[in-house]
């Protein structure tokens, strides 16, 4: 008997298939368009993309163009690609463009179907981002659908690391633009750290696609993209603090697998206070409990984390004597990324190679908060039903699954559960054998280096022929996976997440032609390809009699999208296919979060050596128990996004200030303004309101003035005079300083004035706003503790935080107001000394030094380099061209004390 739900579904559809089903009679539109967009010249397309554009310009709305946009759109990539999207294309095309995430299965063409709504949205002239996952993907995206885009009179652009600046402005101006999250990312910290609007990459943030979607914006979004600077070296202490861990027994620490948290016992803070004693780093009577051990502390906790929760070949290899980070999900090498917070250092003490500095936060930004700046977002993937509640809560995005152009005809088993690993194994090694003997290619499934290639090895005793792709292959990638697909393959792969590359059945054409033609450059291509695609159509017969691609999973995921990914690399384009998971009582995810009952009902089964439970219970129960970690990892996402929304909420105050003061031509008013408010805190401070003169501190207001406005005033003087109040003495101050900035202005002229203003004042922000984003790194570890005092750590966040920012904003006036104060032009003696010191240093290092004009500033307070001397070039530091001046001036170095020819 149907249950009341499946009946109603029956009659109804379900709400996605109602969803699909509004969207048809769109299609259709656009289909009936086709006959007459086929009969354009190529010409025509441009002509029609301008037309589009003015249209738009003049007030229609993009849904009123998507018909004739897709129609044109579709037919300049079957005239530059041979591709004619399917209906089914054209239905993810339009939900992208409607702001979803559009879920289409393995090999349904996604690559394609982003260049739609990338077209209509770039019609608007704003620049249109689709984000991959991997810098290879950018490439190839963008080389391959720009072939669209150039049809249709559109350019593309791409962003890799380490672009030379002018080729990734003109990326970014590029009408439709291929990157990585990462360099999004990063580019929009990296702006708001410019001096110069000039120098900024990005336009704004109109549309994205994002490809991967669910990689991205929920796996990669536990952690916040940094750009940080270097500190003080530690490695001495790292190394001697690693020297104790190897001593810890089991009653030392605690190890919470679930939570992956790790804490030292009492007992095992009593003997790390004794080692530490015993190594002279915890002086006598001291313990770590004392505010003076809080670095301390730091250290022994850290290298804890590093020696008990993280493990060489699953979480880090070494490679090149360098720690280098895995990415869990994808499997793939993370060059360049580090563990923050001397997490990274901590490993590389365990692991004997070089310890990088520690790093201090410049910029910071969570990839939600980086994506919630755009006005539309869009994404694609194959799995992203089992995060729909997270997608719509944090991002505003809706998931529509899109139909499959063929019928899936994959068969998914159920989960084989053996008792002991040893005993799953078995059962893997039984399996392979087994369908590599009629030639079937198999994808098997790891979730870790060390398991990929334990059972690599177990293969190679077997005298089984196969390949392992995993972060040691990273290089191999392309190739390992266009092979998968052949007769007889074993492919290990360590997590198959948005590897962006379809496993063919029989092989992919398109690399054996490269690769054919790479051996014999004299060959005909055309020849080449006729053969090579005859003997693929033969092997695609014998793979397809095989029963196509079998997916074997060795282990279940934390997350049920990973295993989904897994099983989506089988069966695409309506090919045949199946997938097993072959698990045990051992696995991690069984161990930690299967039930005991689970264990118990297994055990009464009777579970003889070598014999694995099969039902459908069992997959229901694992299901139970990954949803469970879903959820827990979505609340530690919700609670690192509410955190950083109260950063992230002063970050967008300080960069639209920041904007402000670039744009601006004149500042005058600005910091004239700061320094009256400064006046007022200075006179309120020591002059409090409602008080007598005998109640003033007028000494201490004197030698403030003298501190901060760098003027010698007679204010205890003033203070005696009768009938002289607060107001008065606030009056006489504003005037003396404002009278001594008119004599500034007129000494360096205007132009130069405001020039020096906004550089002033840009260079605080930053320095004050870095100094801002370490205090509440430390808060927010702090505050934790207060949940033992029944307080609300996020409350106490907000609280503080914005304490702090009001002190920051505090600091910021006196700051530009107290340098501000100080500079003084260069008399012509200095000048011509300082030339002289340039042309001495320029002739040293072989160059040729011509007159240059010199800067015209220098300040009189602190310099950004200790024993800073403008006359002694061996006093500078070795700062880059680009780094800020060690003379503190806020110019670049280039531009300052650097400029020669």
């Known amino acids: 008997m149907l249950g009341l739900g499946t009946l109603s579904r029956k009659v109804f559809g379900t ?3 109602r969803k699909v ?32 554009k003015k249209r738009h310009a003049e007030g229609e709305s993009l849904d009123a163009l998507l018909p004739e946009a897709f129609a044109n759109c579709r037919e300049a990539a079957r005239r530059a690609l041979g591709l004619r999207a399917f209906d089914v294309q054209l239905i993810g095309g339009i939900f992208l463009h409607q702001g979803n995430i559009a879920e289409m299965k393995t090999g349904e063409g996604k690559t394609l179907v982003a260049t739609f709504p990338a077209y209509l949205n770039a019609l608007g002239g704003r620049g249109v981002h689709i984000v991959t996952v991997n810098d290879y993907l950018a490439k190839r995206d963008a080389g391959w659908m720009g072939k669209v885009y150039a049809r249709l009179g559109m350019t593309t652009g791409v962003i890799i690391p380490h672009q030379p600046d002018d080729e990734k402005k003109e990326a970014y101006a590029a009408d439709i633009t291929y990157a990585t999250n990462n360099e999004l990312g990063f580019d929009y910290l990296r702006d708001n750290m410019k001096t110069d609007l000039a120098q900024m990459y990005q336009r704004g943030h109109a549309f994205a696609i994002v490809d991967e979607v669910d990689s991205i914006l929920i796996d990669e979004a536990r952690t916040p993209l940094i750009i940080s600077g270097q500190s003080q070296d530690r490695s001495d202490l790292y190394q001697k603090v690693d020297k104790l861990m190897p001593l810890l027994e089991e009653s030392h620490y605690t190890l919470d697998e679930k939570q992956r948290v790790c804490n030292y016992t009492e007992a095992g803070t009593d003997f790390i206070e004794d080692k530490l004693r ?3 780093l915890l002086g006598e009577g001291r313990t770590l409990y004392d505010p003076e051990s809080t670095t301390l502390v730091h250290h022994v906790n850290q290298a804890l984390r590093a020696h008990k929760m993280l493990f060489k070949d699953q979480h880090y290899i070494v490679r090149d004597n360098q720690i280098v980070l895995i990415d869990e999900f994808t499997g793939r090498m993370m060059q360049g990324r580090r563990l923050s917070d001397g997490l990274h250092q901590a490993v590389e003490a365990k692991e004997g190679v070089a310890i990088q500095p520690e790093n201090v936060t410049m910029a910071s930004v969570t990839f939600q908060n980086y994506f919630r700046l755009y006005e539309k977002l869009a994404g694609m993937t194959g799995t992203a039903s089992t995060e729909a509640e997270e997608f719509k809560e944090i991002y505003d995005l809706g998931v529509v699954e899109i139909p499959t152009n063929m019928p899936i005809a994959r068969v998914d088993e159920h989960d084989q559960v053996f008792k002991t690993a040893r005993e799953k194994f078995d059962g893997i ?16 499934g790891t979730t870790s280096i060390e398991k990929s290639e334990e059972l690599a090895a177990m293969l190679t005793n077997a005298g089984i022929p196969h390949n392992v792709l995993n972060a040691r292959q990273h290089e191999k990638e392309a190739q390992i996976v266009a092979d998968a697909g052949k007769v007889g393959a074993v492919t ?22 490269l690769e054919a033609l790479a051996e014999d450059p004299e060959a005909d291509p055309a020849e080449t390809r006729t053969r090579i695609e005859a003997e693929h159509a033969e092997e695609r017969k014998k793979v397809l009699d095989a029963g196509g691609l079998f997916v074997l999973a060795t282990e279940r995921h934390e997350s049920r999208r990973i295993d989904n990914q897994l099983r989506g690399r089988s069966g695409r384009q309506g090919d045949p296919g199946r997938s097993s998971f072959f698990l045990s009582l051992e696995d991690d995810l069984m161990r930690i979060f299967g039930s005991e009952r689970l264990e118990k009902v297994l055990s009464t089964l009777g579970m003889k050596e070598g014999e694995a439970i099969v039902h459908p219970w069992v997959n229901k129960s694992l299901e139970k128990a990954q949803g469970k970690v879903e959820a827990r990892n979505f609340d530690i996402r919700k609670t690192l996004l509410k955190f950083d929304n109260v950063m992230n909420d002063q970050r967008r105050v300080i960069f639209e200030q920041r904007l402000d003061i670039l744009r601006a031509e004149d500042l005058s008013e600005t910091v004239t303004d700061m320094r009256h408010s400064m006046i007022e805190d200075l006179v309120t401070k020591h002059m409090p309101p409602n008080t007598y003169a005998d109640q003033w501190d007028a000494e201490g207001l004197q030698d403030a003035v003298k501190e901060f406005l760098n003027l010698e005033m007679p204010v205890t003087d003033w203070a005696e005079e009768d009938g002289v109040d607060q107001e008065a003495v606030r009056e006489r101050l504003w005037e003396a300083a404002d009278k001594m900035m008119a004599e500034k202005e007129e000494a360096f002229g205007p132009e130069s004035m405001r020039t020096i203003e906004k550089q002033l004042l840009l260079q605080s922000i930053d320095g004050k706003w870095r100094e801002h984003i370490v205090t509440l790194e430390h808060l927010r570890s702090a505050v934790n503790f207060r949940g033992y005092a029944a307080r609300d750590p996020l409350n106490e966040y907000k609280t503080e935080a914005f304490v702090l920012f009001d002190q920051m904003l505090t600091a910021l006036r006196e700051d530009v107001t107290q340098k501000l104060a100080r500079i003084r032009p260069l008399s012509q003696d200095e000048q011509q000394q300082m030339m002289a010191q340039m042309r001495a240093a320029a002739a040293a290092e072989g160059k040729l030094a011509t007159p240059v004009d010199l800067p015209r500033i220098t300040p009189e307070g602190p310099a950004l380099v200790e024993g800073f001397d403008e006359n002694d070039p061996s006093t500078w530091g070795n700062p880059g061209r680009n780094d800020p001046c060690p003379c503190g001036s806020g110019k670049k170095f280039k531009h300052c004390h650097g400029r020669l020819a």
């Open 15 to 17: 709400p996605n298939d």
């Open 21 to 52: 089903k509004a969207v048809r009679p769109l299609v259709q539109r656009i289909n009936a368009l086709e006959p007459e967009f086929q009969a354009k010249a190529d010409a025509e397309l441009i002509a029609k993309t301008e037309e589009l």
């Open 278 to 280: 015993e190594a002279e």
């Open 429 to 444: 090694m039984e399996a392979i054998k087994e369908a590599n003997g009629r030639g079937q290619p198999i994808l098997v």
């Open 492 to 513: 290990i792969a360590t997590n198959m997440a948005g590897r962006g590359t379809d496993i063919q059945l029989g092989g992919n054409v398109e690399m054996q032609v």
